[in-house]
């Protein structure tokens, strides 16, 4: 599995960005794909997944009401819908997934992982 980040940039707080992860040989019939993000001097944190076993996608609490993700599956791509982003969402965004080897679901491990997008949001 190959995964490939795009839309990162930079935006004004209260603004909007939509995240891309293209996701070669991955079947949507059984994954999982995550969101992560890692900030300056912060260690790196969950931030939104889906997955075929899961009930429903989820949300850390930062960004739980700003944040969507939604899938694609014609053309093998996550997005991450950022909404009234915030100073405190400026981080490298990372896709990760699972393509069923553990489990697909968004409480088990991510064995494949992008090169990671820029967010810069500014005050």
């Known amino acids: 599995v190959q995964l490939v980040e795009s839309g990162g940039g930079e935006v004004q707080a209260g603004g909007s960005l939509t995240l891309s992860c293209t996701a070669s040989g991955l079947s949507f019939a059984d994954y999982a794909i995550a969101w992560f993000r890692q900030a300056p001097g912060k260690e790196r944190e969950g931030v939104s997944c889906i997955s075929s076993r899961d009930a429903s996608p989820t949300y850390e609490d930062p960004v739980k009401g700003r944040f969507t993700i939604s899938t694609d599956s014609a053309k093998s791509v996550v997005y991450l819908q950022m909404n009234n982003l915030k100073v405190e969402d400026t981080a490298i965004y990372y896709c990760?997934?699972?393509?069923?080897?553990?489990?697909?679901?968004?409480?088990?491990?991510?064995?494949?992982w992008g090169q990671g997008t820029q967010v810069t949001v500014s005050s």
């Open positions: 990760a997934a699972d393509d069923g080897t553990f489990g697909s679901r968004c409480s088990g491990y991510f064995g494949s």
